[in-house]
Each structure stands twice: as C-alpha cells, then as structure tokens.
C-alpha cells in the first residue's frame, strides 16, 4: 500500500505564495495534477524519483518549483504569484511516467487533495 499525505492548501489573496507538501512511504517519480470546477485535469509539476529531472506545466513555469527533500520520500512544490486561475484542488500523484518527451502521465496512486483557492 502507498501512503500519501498532502497539506499545505489555503486562502491567499492573489500575489501571494503558498506551499504544499506531499509525504509519502517510499521513493517514485511524483507530481502534483489540478482540477477545477467544470475544468479538465491538468498536469502542474513532476519530478523524478532522483529529482533529477522536472516538467512543468505552461501555466505555471516561472511560478511555481517542484522540489524534493533528502530523503526523497517527501515533495513541496512551491507557488508564488498565484493567480486566481490558479485556484483548484491539488492532487498529490505517485508514479507518473515520462519517457523524456511529451507531457508525464499520471500515476495509479493519488493523495487525498488539498483546495487552494486565491482570491482576486
């Protein structure tokens, strides 16, 4: 069994900067995917199992990083400049693949969400 743990979701005004973490049993290549009321699901960030190598998502590049710490079992990813757009339920996602081109594709184990909503 995978055990995900997210927090780190909230109310911001927009400008401001939140940061989630995602903790989980074991070291895989994570992600984090958003979705929106009425909005399809989105890819955010991912990164590898050695954190090696990072994907972002065009409406976040620049904004947002995707981090993970020493151990590699536990992933932030940072949000600054958020915008109102930005606001959804972030998905924690463990074991997307991503063969070097394209855009990752999800992986079979997810968190429970967190909403982050951001106000204008």
């Known amino acids: 069994q995978v055990q995900l743990v997210e927090s780190g979701g909230g109310l911001v005004q927009a400008g401001g900067s939140l940061r989630l973490s995602c903790a989980a049993s074991?070291?895989?290549?994570m992600g984090w995917f958003r979705q929106a009321p009425g909005k399809e699901r989105e890819l955010v960030a991912y990164i590898s199992g050695s954190g090696s190598i990072k994907y972002y998502g065009d409406s976040v590049k620049g904004r947002f990083t995707i981090s993970r710490d020493s151990a590699k079992n536990t992933v932030y990813l940072q949000m600054n400049s958020l915008k109102p757009e930005d606001t959804a339920v972030y998905y924690c996602?463990?074991?997307?693949?991503?063969?070097?081109?394209?855009?990752?594709?999800?992986?079979?184990?997810w968190g429970q969400g967190t909403q982050v909503t951001v106000s204008s």
């Open positions: 996602n463990c074991g997307l693949s991503y063969p070097g081109y394209g855009s990752p594709g999800p992986g079979r184990y």
């Open positions: 074991r070291r895989y290549a």
